[in-house]
């Protein structure tokens, strides 16, 4: 079919949890779109972009990488707009220097030199992360804003967990600004705090292993949680959408919808999915901890409304993790285990003494 550059679009990173979900509902409004992916003929992992509704006459799948300058340029050309999702996220790196930070900077720069190549592209929206906006030495605020930015030497100082995806997608974005606008393109950051949902990508999201890391037992992930943040990812990307289609918009934009200390998540999820039987006792994390925000005014007063509600998250993020076997349906077989094990320990080191 021939496109309309007007209603054409490339999305980035089209095959994950988040630009997935873009994909359909770009679909779903008759968009063109132009689906970035490592490898388009590796099925297993772009079946669920293939099988979406419109794919057949509206998806068209290109080959790019973020580590290989000039590889974005042919799925861009004829585009209107693009949605750069598409991010290194590996927090087991070994050497993140290479690995994450510089191709998550030097990716969206070569994405903006394409866009300057093929002339077509009016407006740039960027995925960044709450990360860029409340890392830092201090206590924690009441309320963040799109004013605030992370601290990348206390980040660098620190290395806490996912530390090099801060420090990324922090340089990402500054210098996504600046190039965008030396090249007169509109530019858009859309700041989502944790993502949660159903989705429909084969794998587990690195996301929700953070946000479900009370059912999994990701230790690791508490400090993320203990004073949280949540989007649902349908919000998410319908903010994305919005975004694009309205000429006022402008720099950065929050989109966060719920807040929630590791305590009251672990309250409802013992309340709503009680065979997962969460801990509720945190060492080291405080019983009584102040919320803390991230203000989506600038969003909200742009006119856009957020459809759902903490459970609903959690409840779609579940289901299809359940659905795709990615998660138990309960974790009672494995405390039994975890107390047998306890107590054969325990009767072992008696009769040690004995």
Known sequence: MKEDSLTTVCV??????????????????????????RDPDDIKKVKHLLELPKAETNLTLWKADLTQEGSFDEAIEG???????????????????????????????????????????KKLVFTSSAGTVNVHGNDQLPVYDESHWSDLDFIYSKKMTAWMYFVSKTLAEKAAFEATKENNIDFISIIPTLVVGPFITPSFPPSLITALSLINGEKSHYSIIKQGQYVHLDDLCESHIYLYENPKAEGR?????HEATIHQLARMINEKWPEYHVPTQFPGIDDELPVVSFSSKKLTDMGFKFKYDLEEMFKGAIDSCREKGLLPYS???????????????????LSKTK
């Not at 980035?12 to 992916?37: P, Q």
């Not at 934009?253 to 919808?257: A, E, F, G, K, T």
Request: hydrophobic residues 45%.
């Open 331 to 349: 974790t009672i077989k494995k405390k039994v285990i975890d107390v047998m094990k306890t107590l054969f320990m325990e009767f072992f080191v």
């Open 12 to 37: 980035t990173g089209a095959a994950g949890f988040i630009g997935s979900w873009l994909v359909m509902r770009l679909l779903e409004r008759g968009y063109n779109v132009h689906a970035t992916v």
């Open 79 to 121: 585009c209107h707009g693009v949605f750069h999702v598409a991010t290194p996220m590996d927090f087991q790196s070994k050497d993140p220097e290479n690995e994450i930070i510089k191709p998550t900077i030097e990716g969206v720069l070569s994405i903006i030199r394409s866009c300057v190549k093929v002339k077509t592209v």
């Open 253 to 257: 934009y929050i989109c966060s919808s």
